[in-house]
């Protein structure tokens, strides 16, 4: 399976966003997913995670701002980015991992995509 993350640019604080990744086979449909971030010379960090049936768990700056899903037709799971703030600016990556449950640590993550650069100017 690969993974596609897109929807990434330039907005200034208050905006919105939406972040797409696509997957290359319906198998991700089975498995828990999650969006983390990253900035240079930093720890990637856990955004959001959502499992098979749709639970959800947030990353604690993002919480009540960010909304994840999962579009199993598509193939597809999205981050809904609202009231972004200039500290939200970062690379963005979403993650297909092997196990079920919901997923923080980024080490248990098996495939990833290539980021997409989110800048939130203010």
């Known amino acids: 399976v690969q993974l596609q993350a897109s929807g990434g640019g330039l907005v200034q604080a208050g905006d919105s966003l939406r972040l797409s990744c696509a997957a290359s086979?319906?198998?991700?449909?089975?498995?828990?997913m999650g969006w983390f971030r990253q900035l240079p010379g930093k720890e990637r960090e856990l955004v959001a995670a959502?499992?098979?049936?749709?639970?959800?768990d947030y990353g604690n700056p993002v919480k009540g701002r960010f909304i994840v899903s999962r579009d199993k037709p598509r193939s597809t799971m999205y981050l809904q980015m609202n009231s972004l703030k200039p500290e939200d600016t970062a690379t963005y990556y979403c993650?297909?991992?092997?196990?079920?449950?919901?997923?923080?640590?980024?080490?248990?993550?098996?495939?990833w995509g290539l980021g997409t650069l989110v800048t939130v100017s203010s």
């Open positions: 959502i499992t098979s049936d749709g639970l959800t």
């Open positions: 086979q319906p198998t991700m449909n089975s498995y828990s």
């Open positions: 993650a297909k991992t092997r196990f079920g449950g919901l997923i923080r640590s980024p080490a248990l993550y098996h495939t």
